[in-house]
């Protein structure tokens, strides 16, 4: 569903330009969908939820594809061409920044998941926030 909602948003690119605050909400609430899936996993709430967990992984996909896409787009229509080039390739430095930021807060959040569930661990990053 995440990969559905990304392919959407990123097919958007054409049909709408959403003003740049909207697209710092947007990033935004990708980090209360962080929190929500974390206390998820902790809580086991909405485990018999399935459908409404797939629309959240939805909307994430949503989110995630939307602000890629119109960022650039907004580079693209908004910069002066002078400074397109340059914008481009640090809005593609902050965007692999962001990915690997991620990665390593989702090593982080399965390692504590993991040990908060009494799970075997079988990850190689462990939670912080356990005793050794």
Request: proline share 4%; charged share 15%.
């Amino acid at each position: 569903m995440y990969q559905a909602g990304v392919f959407l948003s990123r097919s958007s690119g054409t049909l709408c330009r959403p003003p740049l605050s909207l697209l710092y909400l947007a990033a935004l609430l990708q980090l209360v969908n962080l929190a929500f899936f974390t206390y998820v996993g902790y809580s086991h709430l909405l485990y018999a939820h399935t459908p409404l967990l797939l629309a959240a992984a939805l909307c994430t996909g949503l989110l995630g594809g939307a602000v890629y896409v119109h960022v650039f787009l907004l580079i693209g229509r908004d910069v002066a061409e002078e400074k397109r080039e340059s914008s481009v390739a640090l809005a593609s430095a902050a965007e692999s920044f962001g990915i690997l930021l991620a990665d390593v807060t989702g090593l982080v959040l399965q390692g504590c998941l993991f040990r908060w569930n009494g799970l075997e661990e079988v990850t190689a990053v462990r939670c912080p926030w356990e005793r050794p």
